[in-house]
């Protein structure tokens, strides 16, 4: 059989037939191939559909993703700010008369992502070229870690150090922008502007009494930016700061003492003008001062202030009415009491007035005048003065100061003298104030305050007459008493000092000395209060003893001689008041 017949055969037997366009000729099979081609264009718009189902499936989840991403909040465990909370502003801090003393710098900081490190070791030894003193283990440590996105490796580069890891093309470095702290005087005003922490935010100071007037909440809660900030004014005066900062520090060179402090304050206002204590520290480097110039010594440190504590008791009985300024006591012999033997120090041995008392520094004198006023009556008129409670001002830095837990005879003599109670030396130059201020108890102030305004939050602790007593028994100690050595050419200065034993192991110490000294210029009109101290001082001056005369005393003297034509007050050359002195 041919080919064609073959085919002719296969055909007759298959029963079908098409048409000319290759179709099924028969009803049947054109029924069923419709069929199948409805199948398969139905077949083909699921798969269609469902291609673009999961497009759109797989964009969701990426979208959601990201916007998860976008949502989370920072991990509060690690050091990591948003860069919101870097770039947060700190406002200014300026003086009274707007000098700036602290202000925020922009910078940056270099942080590593090590999932992106390539080669940690050839990374750390790339940046020690440029940050010698970065620790290489800890920091190969962050870069190792491989599961980690981020790691601060150096907080506040310097511009020349940022350019220079820059060039060395590192992948997987990068820098963030923030905010440092800077204070332009450096070690002038540590202990009072306090310093804030790598994160810029408050520790210490006035700083810290920023943050806790709701700065710090505010960043807390992410409402602070990187816009700048209504400055903060403070009470002191940038000159006199200086003068005072100067002062301290060359105490504790000249005397070679373990520290040193001085305070300068309005005695109608409260205002602090100045304050420095030494050892001191930069704000700026804040760690490099920590072992010892952290300490602010003025308000946080107590000490038994010795014979200025006498000004106390010579105005708590003025005002009680029992003494008068004319009545004289016997001071010729020791007092024995609980085993102890009181005596002077300048002793003259015989009949003193009361001036004659203050002037030659009596411890007996001034113990049998406590003893006629009383305990109960001495430790309340100690407490009016501010003496025994925790001071009231916006450093943070306050230590409260120390008493004896029952007061008894004993107490209340060795009290008399500077014995027995520890205050902070601000608090004590603030009671002090208070004694020739006309008897107006203000409490210290860092920041401005006018007259009316310190008028309306005094308390009267002594009646006018007895701030008019205490004037003329400082003023009488600053002519011929141990104060006469501060008296600065044109400036009427009122004065007493202090030198008292310190504690050592529980007993008084008859070779260490912490030295203090009071003095209130121009005295017939007083507008400052100087109150300085020195601890431990191991020499004096011109080769004096370690006394206060020698040590405290010149460090009031030469912040007067300088600060007094700063603050406004006019000399007064020639001014004789010798009368006023006779009269009593």
Same mark, same amino acid.
Not at 220 to 242: C, E, F, H, Y
Not at 426 to 439: D, E, H, K, P, R
């Given at each position: 059989?041919?080919?064609?017949?073959?085919?002719?055969?296969?055909? @007759?037997?298959?029963?079908?037939?098409?048409?000319?366009?290759?179709?099924?000729?028969?009803?049947?099979?054109?029924?069923?191939?419709?069929?199948?081609?409805?199948?398969?264009?139905?077949?083909?718009?699921?798969?269609?559909?469902?291609?673009?189902?999961?497009?759109?499936?797989?964009?969701?989840?990426?979208?959601?993703?990201?916007?998860?991403?976008?949502?989370?909040?920072?991990?509060?465990?690690?050091?990591?700010?948003?860069?919101?909370?870097?770039?947060?502003?700190?406002?200014?801090?300026?003086?009274?008369?707007?000098?700036?003393?602290?202000?925020?710098?922009?910078?940056?900081?270099?942080?590593?992502?090590?999932?992106?490190?390539?080669?940690?070791?050839?990374?750390?030894?790339?940046?020690?070229?440029?940050?010698?003193?970065?620790?290489?283990?800890?920091?190969?440590? !962050?870069?190792?870690?491989?599961?980690?996105?981020?790691?601060?490796?150096?907080?506040?580069?310097?511009?020349?150090?940022?350019?220079?890891?820059?060039?060395?093309?590192?992948?997987?470095?990068?820098?963030?922008?923030?905010? *440092? *702290?800077?204070?332009?005087?450096?070690?002038?005003?540590?202990?009072?502007?306090?310093?804030?922490?790598?994160?810029?935010?408050?520790?210490?100071?006035?700083?810290?009494?920023?943050?806790?007037?709701?700065?710090?909440?505010?960043?807390?809660?992410?409402?602070?930016?990187?816009?700048?900030?209504?400055?903060?004014?403070?009470?002191?005066?940038?000159?006199?700061?200086?003068?005072?900062?100067?002062?301290?520090?060359?105490?504790?060179?000249?005397?070679?003492?373990?520290?040193?402090?001085?305070?300068?304050?309005?005695?109608?206002?409260?205002?602090?003008?100045?304050?420095?204590?030494?050892?001191? %520290?930069?704000?700026?480097?804040?760690?490099?001062?920590?072992?010892?110039?952290?300490?602010?010594?003025?308000?946080?440190?107590? %000490?038994?202030?010795?014979?200025?504590? !006498?000004?106390?008791?010579?105005?708590?009985?003025?005002?009680?009415?029992?003494?008068?300024?004319?009545?004289?006591?016997?001071?010729?012999?020791?007092?024995?009491?609980?085993?102890? =033997?009181?005596?002077?120090?300048?002793?003259? *041995?015989?009949?003193?007035?009361?001036?004659?008392?203050?002037?030659?520094? @009596?411890?007996?004198?001034?113990?049998?005048?406590?003893?006629?006023?009383?305990?109960?009556?001495?430790?309340?008129?100690?407490?009016?003065?501010?003496?025994?409670?925790?001071?009231?001002?916006?450093?943070?830095?306050?230590?409260?100061?120390?008493?004896?837990?029952?007061?008894?005879?004993?107490?209340?003599? =060795?009290?008399?003298?500077?014995?027995?109670? @520890?205050?902070?030396?601000?608090?004590?130059?603030?009671?002090?104030?208070?004694?020739?201020?006309?008897?107006?108890?203000?409490?210290?102030?860092?920041?401005?305050?006018?007259?009316?305004?310190?008028?309306?939050?005094?308390?009267?602790?002594?009646?006018?007459?007895?701030?008019?007593?205490?004037?003329?028994?400082?003023?009488?100690?600053?002519?011929?008493?141990?104060? *006469?050595?501060?008296?600065?050419?044109?400036?009427?200065?009122?004065?007493?000092?202090?030198?008292?034993?310190?504690?050592?192991?529980?007993?008084?110490?008859?070779?260490?000395?912490?030295?203090?000294?009071?003095?209130?210029?121009?005295?017939?009109?007083?507008?400052?209060?100087?109150?300085?101290?020195?601890?431990?001082?191991?020499?004096?001056?011109?080769?004096?003893?370690?006394?206060?005369?020698?040590?405290?005393?010149?460090?009031?003297?030469?912040?007067?001689?300088?600060?007094?034509?700063?603050?406004?007050?006019?000399?007064?050359?020639?001014?004789?008041?010798?009368?006023?002195?006779?009269?009593?």
């Amino acid at each position: 059989m041919s080919f064609l017949s073959r085919i002719m055969v296969l055909k @007759s037997k298959a029963h079908f037939s098409t048409d000319g366009n290759n179709r099924p000729s028969d009803g049947f099979s054109r029924s069923r191939f419709e069929g199948a081609r409805k199948r398969k264009a139905n077949q083909a718009k699921s798969r269609v559909v469902l291609l673009v189902g999961s497009f759109i499936a797989i964009y969701c989840v990426i979208g959601g993703r990201l916007a998860q991403f976008a949502m989370t909040p920072p991990d509060t465990t690690s050091s990591i700010l948003p860069p919101d909370r870097l770039m947060a502003s700190r406002p200014d801090i300026v003086d009274r008369n707007g000098a700036l003393l602290a202000t925020d710098i922009r910078t940056v900081s270099l942080f590593a992502e090590p999932n992106k490190i390539i080669d940690p070791d050839e990374a750390v030894e790339e940046l020690r070229k440029v940050l010698p003193d970065l620790d290489a283990k800890s920091t190969y440590r !962050k870069l190792a870690a491989k599961n980690s996105h981020f790691a601060w490796l150096r907080r506040q580069l310097t511009p020349k150090q940022q350019s220079q890891i820059l060039a060395l093309g590192i992948p997987g470095i990068g820098f963030r922008p923030e905010k *440092r *702290r800077f204070y332009p005087g450096g070690t002038t005003a540590p202990h009072i502007l306090g310093y804030v922490n790598i994160d810029n935010r408050g520790v210490a100071g006035m700083e810290k009494y920023i943050d806790n007037q709701g700065l710090a909440d505010l960043a807390a809660a992410g409402m602070t930016n990187d816009q700048p900030l209504q400055p903060v004014k403070l009470s002191i005066d940038l000159r006199v700061q200086g003068i005072v900062r100067d002062a301290v520090v060359n105490a504790v060179k000249n005397f070679q003492a373990k520290g040193a402090g001085a305070a300068v304050i309005d005695v109608h206002t409260g205002e602090v003008l100045g304050m420095a204590s030494a050892p001191d %520290f930069d704000p700026n480097y804040p760690n490099e001062g920590a072992s010892e110039g952290w300490l602010n010594r003025m308000t946080n440190g107590t %000490f038994e202030m010795g014979s200025t504590f !006498k000004t106390f008791t010579m105005a708590m009985a003025l005002d009680s009415g029992k003494i008068s300024l004319r009545d004289a006591f016997d001071a010729t012999n020791p007092i024995r009491i609980g085993g102890f =033997t009181i005596h002077d120090f300048h002793g003259q *041995r015989r009949v003193l007035s009361v001036p004659e008392i203050f002037q030659y520094s @009596s411890n007996i004198g001034t113990a049998k005048i406590a003893d006629l006023v009383g305990i109960d009556a001495h430790k309340e008129f100690v407490t009016r003065l501010g003496l025994l409670n925790k001071m009231d001002t916006e450093l943070p830095e306050v230590k409260a100061p120390s008493q004896p837990r029952v007061w008894k005879k004993i107490n209340s003599i =060795t009290i008399s003298f500077g014995h027995g109670v @520890s205050t902070t030396p601000l608090q004590t130059a603030v009671a002090a104030a208070a004694l020739v201020n006309g008897g107006k108890l203000i409490e210290p102030t860092f920041l401005p305050r006018t007259r009316d305004q310190a008028d309306a939050i005094a308390k009267m602790v002594v009646k006018k007459s007895t701030s008019d007593d205490v004037r003329y028994l400082l003023e009488f100690n600053g002519t011929r008493g141990s104060g *006469r050595n501060a008296r600065v050419p044109g400036y009427n200065v009122g004065s007493k000092t202090g030198t008292a034993d310190k504690v050592v192991n529980g007993r008084y110490s008859h070779t260490l000395n912490f030295n203090s000294f009071l003095a209130a210029f121009p005295i017939d009109n007083p507008q400052y209060m100087v109150m300085t101290f020195i601890d431990e001082p191991k020499s004096g001056e011109r080769g004096g003893g370690t006394i206060s005369a020698f040590t405290a005393l010149p460090i009031a003297r030469d912040i007067i001689a300088r600060a007094a034509p700063i603050l406004g007050v006019q000399p007064s050359f020639g001014k004789d008041n010798s009368a006023l002195l006779a009269s009593y």
